[in-house]
């Protein structure tokens, strides 16, 4: 089975990616490529997709990740019904919202009188 990855290319911490087909069963650094049919870059957003090679290997059963799906969606790319489309509705929890320290019970500062201010200047 084949699969439509990213493959991360760039400097360190400036990465541009390839949606590259590979087989599933493979690492995706150590997989043959089969072909590559576009680009991305997440610093500027800019894609450059293949349509007619992404199509062709849809069309043979070629499974996209998460994260390619989104691409193709938003390069407005009909995708055939069985592709898994990623999750929208998730709602990010804290789980322990009782630690943070913003949910504490505040502290009181201690009330300096001016006597214990004049102590504390001769010291």
């Known amino acids: ?6 493959q991360r290319l ?3 911490e400036m990465p541009v990616y390839r949606l590259a087909v ?8 150590s997989g043959r490529v089969v072909a590559y049919v576009g680009t991305f870059n997440p610093h500027t957003k ?6 007619e090679k992404i199509s062709f ?8 990740t998460s ?4 691409i193709l969606t938003n390069e407005k790319l009909e995708l055939p019904n069985w592709v898994k ?3 929208t509705d998730k709602k990010f929890e804290t789980r322990k919202p009782e630690k943070l320290r913003k949910n504490q019970p505040k502290e009181e500062a201690p009330i300096n009188t ?10």
């Open 46 to 51: 800019a894609t450059t997709i293949n349509q």
């Open 10 to 12: 760039g400097r360190k």
């Open 114 to 123: 001016p006597e214990q201010a004049e102590s504390e200047k001769a010291t």
């Open 67 to 70: 994260r390619v799906v989104r």
């Open 57 to 64: 290997y849809l069309k043979n059963g070629a499974q996209p």
């Open 85 to 87: 489309q990623p999750r």
């Open 1 to 6: 089975m084949l699969a439509i990855r990213l």
């Open 22 to 29: 590979q087989e599933a069963k493979r690492h995706p650094s």
